[in-house]
Each structure stands twice: as C-alpha cells, then as structure tokens.
C-alpha cells in the first residue's frame, strides 16, 4: 500500500513538474510554439516568426550582457562611437557631391571612349572636340621646347632631379 500512494505521488508530481514547465515556458516565451505549430505557417508567416523569436532572444541576450559586465557596456559604446564618425565623414563627404539631373547632362572636357568587348569605338563622349596623340606624333621641336622649360637634365636622372 505504502508503495502504491509513492508510485500515485510520484505521477502527480510529473504531471505537475510537466504543467509547470509548460506554463512557464509561456509565460517566459509567449511567441514560442511548437514543431506542428510551425509546420502549420506559411511561409511569410514563418519566416515572419523566426525573426521575432530570434531577435527577442537577442536582445534579451543583450540586455543581460549590458547589466552583466562595464566591459561591454566600453564594447558597445566605443562601436556606437566608430559608427558615429563614420557617418558623420560620410555625410561630411557626401554634402559636395552634385545632383542626379546634372549628371545626366555633364560632358566631360576630356574625350572618354567607350569600347566594345572587340575594342572597337562604340562612342566618344566629350564637350570639346579634342584628338588625342601619341608621344611620337608631337614635333621633336615641341618636345625639346617643354623639357627645356621643365626641366633640363630630363634624361640624365632616374625620374627625380633632387638639384633642381
């Protein structure tokens, strides 16, 4: 008889322990659902389901994260920080670019090509009508004239005249 009424105790309290464990499994986690609840969603409701319990999860691991350590807290505040200045230079950056409208009608002063994958001239686009040579087609004259104007001793350094 003894064995009996332990055996009855022992069922009520796994039924007990099982109600209690899903009733505070609601009340901690009111979004969770079981394997056949989820099997039941559509796909957008699905998905839409995943993202809430996953980002609550998050931040409720943040925010113990945040109350736990003053190194974190220093993590999470120098990160906010960098992120800060970075958009603040991007703005910064950002503030002299032009408008949308006037890059549909700029021209370039300099000639741009555009080539096919054959290297054919599929375009030029350009404001002035500009030819663009080769260093062997400019008079050997021209050629004297500016090296003797910039600079002298051209062809005797390597490319930088620390004299002068």
């Not at 008889?1 to 009855?8: E, K, L, T, V, W």
């Not at 996953?54 to 920080?81: E, F, H, M, P």
């Not at 408008?99 to 054919?120: C, F, K, N, Q, S």
């Not at 008079?139 to 490319?159: C, M, N, R, V, W």
Request: with cysteine.
């Amino acid at each position: 008889m003894n064995d009996d009424i332990s055996r009855g105790a022992r069922d009520q309290r796994a039924t007990f322990n099982a109600k209690h464990w899903h009733n505070h499994n609601r009340r901690c986690n009111p979004h969770s659902e079981t394997m056949t609840d989820t099997a039941e969603l559509s796909t957008p409701a699905y998905i839409q389901y995943r993202v809430k319990r996953d980002l609550n999860g998050a931040a409720a691991w943040l925010a113990a994260k945040w109350r736990a350590s003053i190194w974190y807290k220093l993590l999470v505040l120098a990160v906010l920080g960098v992120l800060a200045v970075w958009v603040a230079v991007f703005v910064w950056l950002a503030s002299d670019l032009p408008d949308a409208e006037t890059l549909l009608v700029y021209e370039t002063p300099l000639p741009t090509v555009v080539r096919g994958a054959d290297g054919e001239i599929v375009h030029n686009y350009a404001r002035e009508r500009r030819v663009q040579l080769q260093y062997e087609d400019f008079p050997e004259k021209l050629k004297q004239a500016y090296i003797s104007a910039e600079d002298k001793t051209f062809y005797s350094h390597g490319g930088v005249d620390f004299t002068g």
